[in-house]
């Protein structure tokens, strides 16, 4: 959809609704969700009860110590609060939209003109109801009979509409979209509160987003990591205890130190940024008007490595456009173009406006303004011509052998050398005449999309190879396909083709997307990992996919895909600094904390901070603040390379655990630096 500017007002009203939504997630039943942060929930109400009853002296110490771990909790849900902000904006827009409606229900199906004014709530799976120009759309249904033009402004937030009509791969149409032009006579697909609206709405609910498999992984790992943590420091408190009894000096570890040591050491930035990524690019997802199904849809859509891309209006721009003027030999290629031109003067398809368009820029021939009492002559199945008379002159472009019956002769040697090179690459020759004179040959062809070679290259730098299916013949299709790039080509492919090369790739071992939009793409749609159905596209195929292009580009596939693999890197990237920077806290809190029963771990003080008491409260305050600092981050995501796997690690490596083990370096340090100044330990 759509999205409108966000103003700084937006910003501050998602961070204060983000705020207090946080406090509520304080919640037991919330925080058991997330092991890690359940963890520190427990730590901060342990310290909490310890600062209130003075049970280990130092009472400022521990209420300081409580405070930055609540903020830590907090701190954690206000990014995960903040992230679903996101989705429920983009839900109450949606939920805004609806109106209450009426429907023109048909008592008899095959009689339109007996109808019953009912609410559209009550229409019901089966029904059929029609719709005439300036009227919603009752509910989700499949065109039956009728074509007409819709608005799908309120659902896609384009404003262009488009055209609905029974047959075909274009029959879907959808509650609350607006007949402009025309009637339609639709069969309900879906009952009350199982439209495609209600399940969008459903779906961006942040709050009702399932885990994907890697998250639920990741936060499995983490739990266990925590259980290992909390069995380690569960026993330095009796071995201090032991220590200072045998030693004769000293003082023994507090709970109070042991709670803060086992929070900086437990993988908190991770898991408190988790369900926030996650969330996240479910997020960025919509934002491109992708609405994804199924969570592991958006999971899938990172570890894809075979794209399968649909030649027509993905790969080439769909319409034949002309590419080059071959004269007869004795003709100008000016006079060829301008022949051309005149003769496509009056056509309005795309074909012919890309033969003035070719004329014009390549040979600099100005468009024909056509004189008084010229005729068009269009074009028809039976001529397979089309042209202009004016002055005298019959000017025509047609196909070779409809222009060869025409002029009532065999076509110049060069003209049909010409003509058999365009069709051999896989292009369509016209051949032009001026009465009787062929002046020469117009090269059409479906022109390759500007850049997508390049697409195709940085894909194919992150491990993902490209396939292009296609209907054309087999040399058509290696035409394409060396020009676009593409790592390999299906050539007149059909529905049981599709299939057949998805399983085949599966079995091994590759994840698979692909887009689709009819019926018949429906059977791959469902096999494949990561099915991406047009929204414009059949209800079948619409149930076959896991993912909805409100958009109906099939070019969205490539960034269904980088947005999947964004938000991995993402998680990685961040799991990569969260371990190393629970590494770096372990040299400060450690010898702080141990400092009194073990001197010798004085060595380990390599930051030399002022006092035990400040090392902590100086690490439990860096460990709360990181999480703040990398929420924009985690909402944003890691910008995406087009590099290998191999370089990817490195990198995240260099970049973020180098970095995670400088920060906490720098940042307990001066946090230390300020807890003296302000004289606060």
Not at 272 to 279: E, P, Q, R, T
Not at 421 to 427: D, F, I
Request: glycine content about 8%.
């Amino acid at each position: 959809m759509m999205a409108r500017r966000r103003t700084p007002r937006d910003g501050r009203a998602a961070i204060a609704q983000a705020s207090l939504a946080g406090l509520r997630k304080l919640h037991p039943r919330v925080m058991m969700r997330n092991p890690v942060m359940c963890v520190v929930w427990v730590g901060a109400a342990v310290t909490t009860l310890l600062a209130a009853t003075g049970a280990e002296g130092a009472r400022g110490f521990a209420i300081a110590i409580s405070a930055w771990l609540w903020l830590t909790v907090w701190f954690a849900n206000f990014a995960e609060a903040l992230a679903e902000g996101r989705g429920r904006a983009h839900a109450d827009a949606l939920r805004s939209s609806r109106v209450s409606l009426e429907a023109r229900r048909l008592r008899d199906p095959a009689d339109p003109l007996t109808t019953e004014r009912i609410a559209a709530s009550a229409l019901q799976k089966g029904d059929v109801f029609v719709v005439e120009a300036g009227e919603l759309i009752a509910a989700d249904g499949e065109v039956i009979d009728g074509i007409a033009s819709v608005d799908e402004s309120a659902v896609t937030g384009e404003s262009a509409p488009v055209i609905r009509e029974s047959g075909g791969d274009r029959t879907a149409v959808t509650a609350g979209t607006r007949v402009i032009s025309d009637w339609l006579i639709v069969r309900v697909t879906a009952n009350q509160g199982e439209s495609f609206l209600d399940r969008m709405i459903g779906l961006i609910e942040a709050g009702r987003r399932r885990k994907t498999p890697n998250e639920v992984a990741l936060e499995v790992l983490l739990a266990a990591l925590s259980l290992v943590f909390l069995l380690a420091v569960a026993t330095l408190l009796p071995f201090s205890l032991w220590s200072v009894e045998s030693a004769g000096r000293g003082a023994p570890v507090t709970l109070t130190v042991l709670i803060a040591l086992l929070v900086c050491l437990i993988p908190t930035t991770i898991g408190g940024l988790l369900s926030a990524i996650g969330i996240a690019g479910m997020d960025r997802m919509i934002r491109q008007n992708v609405i994804a199904t199924s969570g592991r849809a958006v999971e899938a859509a990172g570890d894809v490595d075979v794209l399968l891309l649909d030649k027509t209006g993905t790969i080439t721009l769909g319409n034949r456009q002309a590419a080059a003027f071959l004269p007869a030999h004795g003709v100008d290629v000016v006079d060829l173009a301008r022949a051309a031109s005149l003769a496509s003067a009056a056509d309005e398809t795309p074909e012919g406006r890309s033969i003035v368009a070719f004329a014009h820029d390549r040979h600099q021939v100005d468009p024909a303004v056509l004189p008084e009492g010229a005729v068009f002559i269009p074009f028809t199945a039976e001529t397979r011509m089309s042209g202009v008379d004016m002055g005298g002159r019959a000017i025509r472009k047609g196909a070779v052998d409809a222009v060869a019956r025409a002029t009532g002769a065999a076509l110049p040697a060069d003209v049909e050398a010409a003509s058999r090179k365009v069709a051999a690459v896989g292009g369509t020759p016209l051949v032009v005449i001026d009465g009787a004179r062929v002046l020469g040959v117009i090269e059409l062809k479906d022109i390759v999309k500007a850049g997508i070679r390049d697409r195709f290259d940085a894909l194919r730098r992150m491990g993902i190879r490209t396939v292009m299916i296609t209907g054309d013949n087999p040399l058509t299709a290696a035409s394409i396909a060396a020009e676009a790039g593409v790592d390999d080509y299906l050539a007149q492919a059909t529905p049981e083709d599709k299939l057949r090369l998805i399983r085949e790739y599966q079995a091994k071992g590759h994840l698979v997307a692909m887009t689709g939009d009819g019926t018949n793409d429906a059977p791959a749609l469902a096999q494949a990992d990561v099915a991406v159905a047009m929204n414009s596209g059949t209800p079948a195929a619409k149930e076959a996919g896991n993912m909805i292009d409100l958009d109906s580009n099939p070019t969205k596939l490539l960034e269904v895909v980088e947005t999947g693999k964004q938000m991995l890197v993402t998680r990685g990237a961040l799991t990569t600094f969260s371990t190393a920077n629970d590494v770096a806290k372990y040299f400060a809190i450690l010898p702080a904390a141990f400092a009194g029963t073990y001197p010798s771990l004085a060595a380990l003080d390599i930051m030399r901070l002022a006092s035990p008491q400040s090392a902590v409260l100086a690490a439990v305050i860096f460990n709360a603040l990181i999480i703040v600092a990398l929420v924009p981050l985690a909402l944003r995501g890691v910008r995406v390379r087009p590099v290998g796997a191999a370089q990817l690690l490195r990198r995240n490596l260099l970049i973020y655990g180098v970095g995670g083990l400088v920060a906490p370096f720098l940042g307990i340090k001066l946090i230390d630096l300020a807890l003296v100044a302000l004289r606060l330990t």
